[in-house]
């Protein structure tokens, strides 16, 4: 799942300093040169009119009211980067330490998510991170098995992508014959029928798998045209822990890291391909569907 027009957190950054040194330089030194020249202007204008009474000149005084808004007005670009600051500032705080929201553009997490959801990410459910950087400063726990997650693409961290756990540090995490298991546990599935996938117009058999371990259930997807084994794994770090065969694979998550999976598992690009996710990488847990243009009965949690 691609983030918006690139590194959109740190043009947002960007944009905030900007109109934030430019607002409070205006409040600081701008404002009172102004002021200044405007007192200056309004006593030679009180003087000259005073002048002009003593001669019995008659004034009129309307035009002091005009000279000062002139005087005092801000120029433009002070104008809008005073007016956008507030703005920006808002949304950067909303958006790095609060909720973000994300577009689903893909089909690897149906049924679970649809293509055209609109979600919301709790930036704060494992902690507290700096904005741009992503560094985790206060801790308030580690991603759980059974979470969906958004995380920065190991391969290309400017793209955000959406999974699930399914393995943390030193779980051995193991997919046979298109079965989950975990730490030797095999995760339980009820058949729920054929699932239609109203793109392709293809069929798919849908389960309820309860995942090992972690006491969630949520559905899943196997095509049965699909392979058990997992074609063309690329080269990643820690390859090693890995081992590969036709029945599928089998991996020992090192410490610090999280193995990924799509609920659509015949079609997801995941760790089973791409390897582990480190802690670094996580932007935050997927919690709502806010919206789908498409379909308003998706709106609520994610499960």
Not at 55 to 72: F, M, N, P
Request: proline share 5%.
């Amino acid at each position: 799942m691609q983030s918006l027009l690139g590194n959109f957190a740190l043009i947002l950054f960007i944009l905030m300093v900007v109109t934030g040194v430019i607002w409070f330089y205006d409040k600081l030194v701008l404002a009172k040169k102004r002021r200044a020249a405007a007192e200056m202007a309004l006593a030679a204008f009180d003087e000259r009119n005073a002048k002009l009474k003593a001669q019995g000149i008659a004034v009129d005084e309307s035009g002091r009211a005009t000279l000062k808004e002139k005087l005092l007005k801000r120029p433009v670009w002070v104008e809008y980067s005073g007016s956008f600051f507030p703005v920006i500032a808002a949304v950067f705080f909303i958006r790095s330490f609060l909720w973000e929201p994300f577009r689903i553009p893909s089909s690897s997490m149906v049924p679970t998510l649809q293509i055209g959801d609109m979600i919301l990410v709790s930036k704060y459910s494992y902690g507290i991170r700096l904005p741009v950087v992503n560094r985790k400063i206060v801790d308030f726990g580690d991603p759980q098995k059974g979470d969906v997650v958004v995380f920065k693409f190991p391969k290309d961290t400017s793209l955000d992508y959406i999974k699930r756990v399914v393995g943390v540090g030193g779980d051995r995490v193991e997919y046979r014959n298109k079965k989950l298991i975990i730490n030797g546990v095999e995760s339980k599935y009820q058949p729920l029928g054929d699932y239609l996938d109203t793109e392709s117009l293809t069929y798919s058999k849908e389960f309820e798998e309860d995942l090992a371990g972690a006491g969630v259930r949520h559905h899943i997807l196997n095509d049965d045209r699909a392979p058990n084994y997992v074609p063309h794994p690329d080269r990643f770090p820690n390859r090693n822990m890995c081992t590969y065969n036709v029945e599928g694979f089998a991996c020992t998550v090192p410490q610090g890291y999280y193995f990924m999976m799509g609920d659509n598992r015949d079609n997801s690009l995941d760790s089973r391909y791409w390897g582990f996710v480190p802690d670094d990488y996580i932007v935050g847990k997927a919690f709502l569907v806010w919206m789908n243009l498409g379909d308003m009965t998706r709106i609520g949690g994610i499960r």
